[in-house]
């Protein structure tokens, strides 16, 4: 027995940006302090198979070899990689975590259990991974596990829900407009003409619920509208089309923390390429990381309240990075959006900002490892059910 805390690493996933949170969980993997934590490195295929094992990271990172398990449906095995076995959570509290499965005849048959998990870090971005879904699961299963709940994620994946969300509540946003696939299939012409009429150009076509600029379009006139709605269209029902943010900094802030969170120092990033696209993001190392950002005392300070309160606004908890365009002859401050699954790969932001505030990056895999506990504790304070006798 040992007395480390059991920590699941999940990564990978049924979304587009499956790629990155196998880039971030890398990092996670190798930042860990092991001393401390016991890891057990759960990926998660395109497909939604759930795999553990030592070289599963390596194994999800080789699209051969996922393609051959996807057809077969057999469990994987190589001569390069150790076995790595199929398993589920089961949406049930108690001891059985993670439950093995194997392959009979009518389908799938529980064969044995990985063992009791202490706590959950979902490296994941995107649907099912950063929108509530698998944070669903985590509760049904009454596991810790790091960031947001339900709400949170659901509503700071969902642009135009953070979008309403934040403007109820004041936030400084640019104009934007939600559209309905639906309705844009059905009226094209009507839709288009009403976003001319309300944003007009230059504006981003974004589906409502992505990350990594993925389907995202800067249009510049009319004739570009039509083809930024296909592409958008494509990932979500939803699509929110926003003003351009015209001459500004890209600001980025990270939040850490429960109900009494606190901001690091802020960041600026210079894209490579037009706008911070999936290339500039990924694929291109001349976009360029500032730390800290170039923005007066008074600009900073405004950023790390509004990060702050907007963290809150969304009911957050653990980690977010903020993100701002901020102008750069005025410095207007305007909030772009929440990431409640910040990228945590060697170039992204979120570790860096705390770094560069003192933290390193084990420090702040502690810190959210000890916040996902605090918080799972406080919920079980939580009664669940009642009797009005006892009230009398
Ligand atoms: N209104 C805007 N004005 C200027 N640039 C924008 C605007 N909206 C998005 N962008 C650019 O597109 C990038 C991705 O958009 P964002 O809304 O942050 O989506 P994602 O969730 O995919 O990161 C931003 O980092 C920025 O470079
Ligand atoms: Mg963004």
């Not at 104009?175 to 150009?201: C, F, M, N």
Request: proline share 5%; aromatic share 6%; hydrophobic share 40%.
């Amino acid at each position: 027995m040992t007395d480390k805390i059991r920590v699941g690493v999940i990564f990978g996933g049924r979304s587009s940006e499956h790629e990155v949170s196998l880039t971030s969980a890398a990092c996670v993997l190798d930042a860990i302090d092991k001393s401390k934590y016991d890891v057990v490195p759960i990926g998660i295929t395109k497909a939604g198979q759930w795999l553990v094992g030592e070289d599963v990271l390596q194994l999800l990172a080789s699209p051969s070899l996922q393609l051959t398990n996807e057809k077969s449906g057999a469990l994987l095995q190589s001569s390069f990689f150790n076995e790595a076995k199929k398993v589920s959570l089961l949406p049930v509290p108690g001891e059985a975590g993670l439950v093995c499965l194997e392959p009979k005849k009518h389908g799938m048959e529980v064969s044995g259990a990985v063992g009791h998990l202490d706590v959950v870090f979902p490296v994941l971005h995107g649907t099912y991974g950063e929108d509530g879904a698998i944070q669903g699961l985590m509760e049904l299963s009454d596991l810790p596990y790091v960031g947001a709940g339900i709400t949170g994620s659901a509503v700071a994946m969902d642009k135009a829900m953070a979008k309403a969300v934040l403007a109820a509540s004041g936030f400084p946003q640019l104009p934007y407009v939600t559209i309905l696939r639906s309705h844009w299939e059905k009226s094209p012409i009507a839709v288009q003409d009403e976003i001319e009429a309300s944003i007009g150009y230059p504006c981003f076509v974004k589906p409502a619920s992505l990350g990594s600029s993925v389907g995202i379009s800067k249009v510049r006139r009319r004739d570009e509208l039509q083809a930024a709605l296909v592409e958008a269209a494509l990932y979500d029902r939803k699509i929110v089309v926003e003003k351009d943010a015209g001459n500004v900094r890209e600001i980025e802030c990270s939040v850490l923390g429960n109900e009494d969170p606190v901001a690091s120092i802020p960041g600026e990033i210079i894209p490579s390429r037009d706008f911070y696209d999936y290339v500039a993001k990924y694929h291109d190392s001349d976009s360029q990381l500032i730390i800290p950002a170039r923005l007066s005392p008074a600009a900073t300070k405004e950023v790390q309240e509004l990060a702050v309160a907007a963290f809150k606004a969304l009911d957050c908890a653990g980690m977010a990075r903020v993100d701002f365009f901020v102008d750069k002859d005025t410095e207007r401050v305007h909030i772009n959006e929440i990431n409640t699954i910040p990228g945590f790969t060697p170039i992204s932001m979120y570790p860096k900002l705390w770094e560069a505030s003192g933290l390193s990056y084990a420090e702040l895999i502690d810190e959210l490892i000890r916040l996902a506990l605090d918080r799972h504790r406080d919920k079980r304070r939580n009664v669940t059910s009642f009797s009005p006798q006892q009230h009398k």
